[in-house]
């Protein structure tokens, strides 16, 4: 499902667009570590590729997670401190500030007490940014083309407080085949 656009508000804050609703009965999440409400897990994504959101949103959604969008990585701060999520998905290429940066500006903010500590997860363009989301201090990565099932895997690990690398072929950098 598509999401509108984040726009920005009558108080000048940032307004986040609800991907996905879904019933919170249940979990995909590993145990121990699910919503903020202890119900459903909350899903953070910035990206201004709706292409992206389809992407995600298709891999991640299912009967009980919620998936909230922002179009400009500059709005993701603001954004965690309203909805709390409990993983944060980052394009690496937004707009005006990119995924790097981003994860970089979460973890500042992090060390200053400004927002609560954050899984996060880079969406990399190539297998040769694999550096810069280490350097970031990214809790996990996933090379594009985007694969469902090692975006959920990753998402899945990084809720339960693991970390996630995508596993790339040591000979092409691309990444190695799902089984």
Not at 154 to 161: D, H, N, Q
Request: proline share 6%; hydrophobic share 45%; with cysteine.
């Amino acid at each position: 499902m598509v999401a509108a656009p984040a726009s920005i508000g009558k108080s000048g804050a940032p307004e986040v667009s609800e991907a996905q609703t879904r019933d919170p009965c249940r979990s995909w999440a590993a145990s121990g570590r699910t919503g903020s409400l202890g119900l459903v897990p909350k899903v953070l994504l910035a990206t201004d590729a709706d292409w992206i959101l389809d992407e995600v949103d298709a891999a991640l959604s299912d009967d009980d997670t919620t998936v909230f969008r922002v179009r400009q990585g500059i709005d993701v701060l603001q954004a965690i401190d309203q909805l709390e999520p409990d993983l944060v998905i980052l394009d690496e290429q937004i707009g005006n500030m990119g995924g790097i940066a981003t994860c970089m500006a979460i973890r500042n903010a992090e060390g200053v007490d400004r927002i609560p500590i954050t899984a996060v997860m880079l969406l990399l363009d190539r297998a040769h940014d694999v550096f810069l989301a280490r350097r970031c201090e990214a809790d996990g990565f996933v090379v594009k083309p985007i694969n469902s099932l090692r975006l959920r895997r990753a998402a899945t690990a990084l809720l339960a407080g693991d970390g996630y690398e995508d596993p790339l072929d040591q000979i092409t950098g691309q990444p190695a085949p799902t089984l």
